[in-house]
Structures are given as C-alpha cells and as structure tokens.
C-alpha cells in the first residue's frame, strides 16, 4: 500500500521567513494530495492540496508543489507568522480508494 | 461555514466495554469517514462509509468495530469489547461526491482511554 514520509518533524523559524515541509510517497498511481494544519485540541483542518495533473497551487501565503517523477510534494508558507504555529500533516490518494495515507507530521514553530 | 462535529470530546471506559463514538457530518456531504491516531503517531484510516454501506476498510477495522448511520443527521462508530490498545483520538470525517469528493473534513476528534 501509500507509505507517506515527510520531514522535518519539527521546525522553528522567525517570523516574517518561509517554512518548507516536504513529502515523498510510495504509489507512483496516487493522485491527490492534501495538507492539513492541526491547532492543539482541534482536528486536522484542510488548507490546500494538489492533484497530479497540476505541478504547483498557491494560496495567498501558502503553496505546493509536486513532482510526480520524484514522487514528492512540498508545502511552502512564506510571511509566516505566530498563528502559523502548528502541527502539519501532509496526505495521499490513491485512485479508487477512500483512504488518505498521512505523513508522520511537522511541528512548525513560528516564533515572534 | 459548516462543520463536522462529534461528541463526547473525551471517553474514559474500562477494557472490555463497549463505546460509540458520535459524529455528525457536514449536511450536504455524502461519504464518511473514521480515523484514529494513536498519541505520537501518524494518522490512520479505519473505515469509509457511502450509500449505507462500508465502501472500504483497513486492516485495523476487525469484528471489535462497526459503523452505523442511525439517522439523516448522525454516523457512529462502535467499538464491542475496548482493548488498552484501543487509546487514540478518533476523527469523523466527511466529503462530498462527485468531482471534489477527495477534500476530506475532519472533526475535532474523541480523545478515547480505555483503562
């Protein structure tokens, strides 16, 4: 089956500097793949997310990127700011199926 | 902006208890889904449910748990007989069909101790 990677599993960075999360996974077939971002005592909400047809999407402060040949996709927040501090977890689909595989999580630090 | 809910926030039972955990979906939304995560561990996938009927499962959804839409409005999980193992948070989520049928949205989750 999907096996999702991603790294680092903590990040601390100043205000105002981008944040990179990055992804690899298994299954050349998966063909979406969302980012979630999870406040402390509140459920993974989704942010963006890419389909393999497409290389790169932004939104306002955050993109992503996928390169389906490397199998990986990244998140980028620029600007960042204190209430970007939260945990992130990145996902894949594959076709057919219901069930999101996540990565492991990244703890993003934005300190002020 | 509508959201998925679920109740209790919190579960404490003993092992070997029964527990069901409540969710209730976004109204339009028409497939469901639960999750688990085990403290410091990644996020899986239990079961996806649609037309009232479980439309895919993992290797973790045994006998012990089942699904059910009682009504229009709620979506349940049950758990027979709690294992130690069965600690986790627990997430409903729901997505509609059709085109944007991936774009999962989650609860907040039921924090489940089994002691």
């Known amino acids: 089956g999907e096996n999702v990677e991603q790294h680092p599993s903590t990040l601390s960075v100043q205000e105002g500097d981008s944040a990179v999360i990055k992804c690899t996974y298994s299954?050349?077939?998966?063909?979406?793949f969302p980012w979630y971002k999870q406040e402390l005592g509140k459920g993974p909400q989704l942010i963006i997310d890419?389909?393999?047809?497409?290389g790169e999407k932004k939104d306002q402060r955050i993109a992503v990127t996928l390169n389906k040949t490397a199998k990986h996709f990244s998140l980028h927040i620029t600007e960042t700011q204190p209430e970007d501090s939260a945990v992130y977890f990145c996902?894949?689909?594959?076709?057919?199926?219901?069930?999101?595989?996540f990565g492991s999580g990244t703890r993003l630090q934005v300190q002020p | 902006e509508p959201e998925v809910t679920q109740t209790p926030s919190h579960q404490v039972t003993q092992m070997g208890q029964e527990v069901i955990l409540r969710c209730v979906p976004i109204?339009?939304?028409?497939?469901f889904y639960w999750y688990r995560q085990i403290l410091g561990q990644k996020v899986e996938f239990l079961v996806s449910?649609?037309?009232?009927?479980?439309?895919?499962k993992s290797e973790i959804f045994d006998d012990q748990f089942s699904v059910e839409r009682p009504d229009g409005s709620n979506f349940t999980l049950k758990i027979r007989s709690t294992k130690l193992e069965d600690s986790a948070m627990y997430f409903c989520?729901?997505?509609?069909?059709?085109?944007?049928?991936?774009?999962?949205?989650f609860g907040p989750g039921t924090r489940l101790t089994v002691t």
């Open positions: 449910f649609y037309n009232n009927e479980i439309s895919e």
């Open positions: 299954d050349s077939a998966s063909n979406y």
């Open positions: 996902a894949a689909l594959s076709p057919g199926r219901r069930a999101l595989t």
């Open positions: 989520a729901s997505s509609v069909t059709g085109a944007n049928g991936h774009e999962q949205y």
């Open positions: 109204s339009n939304h028409l497939y």
């Open positions: 890419i389909r393999s047809n497409v």
